[in-house]
């Protein structure tokens, strides 16, 4: 505090301490369980009919019904599972790091869950100032020991994504969004 108050910049380590201690106050716990519940009532479908602007049903997902179904049955799954965990470290943080994880239903990879990991354990990975995936810091081996890291990789051709990167309220193009607490 005494750097702060000698008016020099804080140092980055005191405001990340800080949201921590924030999150276990009631008023700003309750004030932030308040601000994730804007999105609670979402709709999902394909957009609007602009060939016929009376149709409030708009656009289906997609012609064949098995896609449409698949598509919806992901979304839903997504917005219930996934959603709620890049809340959690996103809006506090300002960025959230994830692990996408798969099941195989009927011959098909259908997307499962999302792994969380605290946002302090991550960053982004570029490559030509163009994001490609996350390293994963603090990775337990199998003796229960801290220290490794993974690197988990964006989508790219035909290959499904394993990295999963939620920017809170990112400014100025930044690949890191600003906490929701600050």
Same mark, same amino acid.
């Given at each position: 505090?005494? *750097?702060?108050?000698?008016?020099?910049? *804080? @140092?980055?380590?005191?405001?990340?301490?800080?949201? %921590?201690?924030?999150?276990?106050?009631?008023?700003?716990?309750?004030? $932030?369980? +308040? +601000?994730?519940?804007?999105?609670?009532?979402?709709?999902?479908?394909?957009?609007?009919?602009?060939?016929? @602007?009376?149709? %409030? !049903? #708009?656009?289906?997902?997609?012609?064949?019904?098995?896609?449409?179904?698949?598509?919806?049955?992901?979304?839903?799954?997504?917005? !219930?599972?996934?959603?709620?965990?890049?809340?959690?470290?996103? +809006?506090?943080?300002?960025?959230?790091?994830?692990?996408?994880? +798969?099941? /195989?239903?009927?011959?098909? *990879?259908?997307?499962?869950?999302?792994? #969380?990991?605290?946002? =302090? /354990?991550?960053?982004?990975?570029?490559?030509?100032?163009? @994001?490609?995936?996350?390293?994963?810091?603090?990775?337990?081996?199998?003796? %229960? &020991?801290?220290?490794?890291?993974?690197?988990?990789?964006?989508?790219? /051709? =035909?290959?499904?994504?394993?990295?999963?990167?939620?920017?809170?309220?990112? &400014?100025?193009? !930044?690949?890191?969004?600003?906490? !929701?607490? $600050?």
């Amino acid at each position: 505090e005494t *750097m702060w108050l000698s008016g020099s910049d *804080m @140092p980055q380590i005191t405001l990340r301490r800080d949201l %921590e201690f924030m999150q276990t106050h009631p008023v700003v716990y309750t004030a $932030l369980e +308040y +601000y994730k519940s804007g999105i609670s009532n979402a709709e999902f479908w394909g957009g609007p009919d602009n060939a016929n @602007p009376t149709n %409030e !049903q #708009g656009k289906p997902i997609s012609l064949n019904p098995k896609v449409a179904q698949f598509v919806l049955a992901t979304v839903e799954k997504f917005w !219930q599972r996934g959603v709620p965990l890049l809340q959690e470290s996103g +809006y506090p943080y300002g960025w959230a790091p994830g692990e996408h994880m +798969y099941d /195989d239903k009927d011959g098909l *990879m259908t997307w499962s869950h999302l792994k #969380g990991f605290h946002p =302090n /354990d991550s960053f982004i990975l570029t490559e030509n100032n163009q @994001p490609v995936g996350i390293r994963i810091k603090n990775i337990r081996d199998t003796r %229960e &020991r801290l220290g490794g890291t993974v690197d988990l990789w964006f989508a790219s /051709d =035909n290959i499904p994504a394993k990295a999963a990167w939620y920017p809170h309220r990112p &400014r100025f193009n !930044q690949f890191y969004g600003r906490s !929701q607490l $600050l």
